[in-house]
């Protein structure tokens, strides 16, 4: 797939937006960027562990950024970077900023009366804004989009088309949506009537912060009566489901497929990998790292890493299960412990026969 063409710049001016060190010449012009594997001699690429460094040997990039520990087998221009990987990011931002729209309200998009939009927000054909609702200075809704009653979007958000955002959701400055996200839908709350279930009213509403970004399609539920709150700078993946009342911390990112019951609370600066379940009314403490498919039926009360998947069983027979692996450490303990008196009895023995 071919890329857009990116403004020749000086590996000079690449070292302070990369915020790196410059090794070599800084003159020397990068022309574009590619895969170490595909890189050409005007390109710039990145290395960053745990790849093989052979591949450094091998690459016919121009320039890389990588790390101190790396530069020595590297005979080309270097950005040096103790994290290649945002420096990275950091150019490939520059290069190809992101594109912004034309504000006005284009011919075919509805707006309610009452509805504010800023001046120099930009809403499609084919987008409805509800009765009371606020779209910030810079925003961006495309086609499709949909912003229910009262809903307050913050300034510079982007929202792809066809989301939607039911009544009352409040999203904060510089958050990207994308397509067919749904924020504030009903959480599943039901509760047991004889054979049937009533449904519970869902009257709290969605909180999401600053510099948040969400994955197309999905989903997060609105409160029972309070809010859903989604913290400062949150990424979520493509096709995560977040249920009603949840809390997720600033700064944790949440990879596809996983799904977080309601009620739960996730810390901040957690790192969540793909298709991860959550149980309900647990807490995760901030720092965690969490790998994927992993089952999490309990707090995590201390930061660390957490994985573990088991396969169902009937509940009787895994409560079982569970009560002997918890018994498993100790019991290791103990063999070892007669192992050891083992060992020195049969040395003891050994001696004695000796004699």
């Excluded at 020749?8 to 574009?32: C, N, P, T």
């Excluded at 493509?238 to 019951?261: D, F, K, Y």
Aim: net charge neutral; aromatic share 6%.
């Amino acid at each position: 797939m071919s890329r857009p063409a990116a403004p020749s710049l000086s590996l000079g001016e690449l070292a302070q937006v990369a915020k790196a060190q410059l090794r070599g010449d800084g003159r020397f012009l990068v022309k574009g960027v590619a895969p170490l594997e595909e890189a050409g001699p005007q390109d710039l690429s990145f290395y960053q562990p745990p790849r093989s460094p052979q591949i450094l040997r091998e690459t016919r990039a121009g320039a890389l950024i990588l790390r101190e520990q790396e530069a020595g087998l590297y005979g080309g221009h270097a950005l040096i970077s103790s994290n290649p990987y945002a420096s990275f990011a950091r150019v490939l931002q520059h290069l190809y900023p992101a594109t912004r729209p034309v504000p006005g309200v284009e011919a075919g998009a509805w707006v309610a009366s009452d509805a504010r939009v800023h001046p120099g927000a930009c809403i499609e054909a084919g987008v409805r804004v509800a009765a009371g609702a606020i779209v910030e200075d810079g925003c961006w809704l495309e086609t499709g989009v949909v912003l229910g009653a009262g809903v307050r979007l913050g300034a510079g958000c982007h929202l792809f088309p066809g989301v939607k955002v039911y009544a009352g959701c409040e999203i904060g400055p510089d958050c990207t949506i994308h397509a067919n996200a749904v924020i504030g839908a009903d959480g599943f709350g039901f509760a047991p009537d004889g054979d049937a279930y009533v449904k519970i009213p869902h009257v709290g509403g969605v909180r999401i912060g600053r510099g948040v970004e969400i994955g197309a399609n999905s989903c997060i539920d609105r409160g029972v009566m309070a809010d859903t709150v989604i913290g400062d700078g949150v990424k979520i993946d493509n096709l995560v489901q977040i249920g009603h009342n949840v809390t997720v911390g600033e700064h944790t990112v949440i990879a596809g497929q996983t799904g977080v019951s309601g009620s739960t609370t996730i810390g901040a600066h957690c790192r969540i990998g793909g298709q991860v379940g959550f149980a309900g009314h647990i807490r995760i403490a901030d720092g965690c790292i969490i790998a994927g498919q992993s089952a999490i039926t309990h707090d995590l009360r201390t930061p660390g890493v957490y994985s573990g998947v088991l396969p169902a069983r009937p509940a009787r027979r895994w409560r079982r299960l569970v009560a002997r692996f918890d018994a498993l450490e100790e019991f290791a303990q103990r063999f070892k412990q007669w192992e050891k008196t083992a060992v020195a009895r049969a040395s003891a023995h050994r001696e004695e026969s000796d004699d």
